[in-house]
């Protein structure tokens, strides 16, 4: 049960911290232009905030069932 817990938690993760589609039109030459930088700092800062929330459920939930693992329950 608790592996089983523990799997649907990680894929859960990773699937809930994968970043949408961007918005950022596709460049078609490699000059930066004002409208590509800003797009890249908001996809960027975006990505932040997945892996930041990721990072926080995932701590919460390693808190949450951490008694019941040391007591040996099922959770």
Known sequence: MTAATAAILMVGG???????ESA???SSDDVITFSDAYYQFIDGGAALGY?????????YAGIAT???LILNQDY
């Open 24 to 26: 950022a039109p596709a």
């Open 66 to 68: 951490t008694p019941a």
């Open 14 to 20: 990773t699937a809930f911290a994968s970043p949408v």
């Open 51 to 59: 892996g930041a929330a990721s990072l926080v459920a995932g701590a």
